[in-house]
């Protein structure tokens, strides 16, 4: 604890800005005591008092608000692709299901363009401005061609299988013994 805090200090600014920073905090998170206790923590570390220290612990507790909003944006959304997989898994009847294999090799037939896009997007996380920033295209560019990939791969992925079975010609279609 740095050695301008004293336990009085601590006291007063908890009794004053706890409940509005939680207040605050809890716009974006879900769990708002634990970001206005992390911030308490980090004032407390700091070898001097910040000039402002309502402000200070605003900033802070939004910083740790917004974190902990993306974090369980991540979260969900890594949950809810787990569950549509074990649904998958277990189900299989009610949709097509594809190996490493299939999808690896769907991938490689795609465009690089598109490639790059949706394995930023499925697999690195990454959203589209990020996508965007990186290849150097608007956000609506990413956006669309993360679209076309999606429908390439699914149409590469769900093509009816080719099957070399022919019917052979020279079979009678008539049962033996019965006349026409």
């Keep these: 604890m740095g050695t301008w805090i004293t336990a009085e200090w601590l006291s007063g600014v908890l009794d004053r800005h706890a409940a509005a920073l939680e207040l605050f905090a809890s716009q974006w998170s879900d769990t708002p005591e634990d970001c ?52 998958l898994e277990t189900n299989p009847a009610n949709e097509p299901a594809f190996d490493a294999s299939e999808l690896a090799a769907g991938l490689e037939q795609l465009d690089d363009e ?23 295209q608007s956000t609506s560019t990413a956006f669309r061609r993360f ?3 999606l429908t390439a791969l699914r149409r590469i992925l769900e093509e009816p299988c080719q ?18």
Excluded at 51 to 63: E, M, S
Excluded at 71 to 81: D, G, V
Excluded at 127 to 134: A, S, T, Y
Aim: some cysteine.
């Design 147 to 149: 679209q076309s990939g």
């Design 36 to 87: 206005v206790q992390e911030a308490i923590i980090e004032l407390t570390r700091l070898p001097n008092c910040p000039d402002n220290v309502a402000a200070w612990l605003f900033h802070v507790v939004r910083t740790r608000a917004l974190n902990s909003c993306r974090s369980q944006t991540r979260r969900r959304r890594h949950e809810a692709m787990a569950a549509r997989l074990i649904k």
């Design 114 to 136: 598109l490639r790059e896009v949706v394995v930023a997007r499925i697999w690195g996380g990454l959203g589209f401005e990020e996508i965007g920033e990186m290849l150097g």
């Design 163 to 180: 099957t070399s079975h022919q019917t052979d010609q020279s079979m009678p279609t008539n049962s033996p013994g019965k006349k026409k």
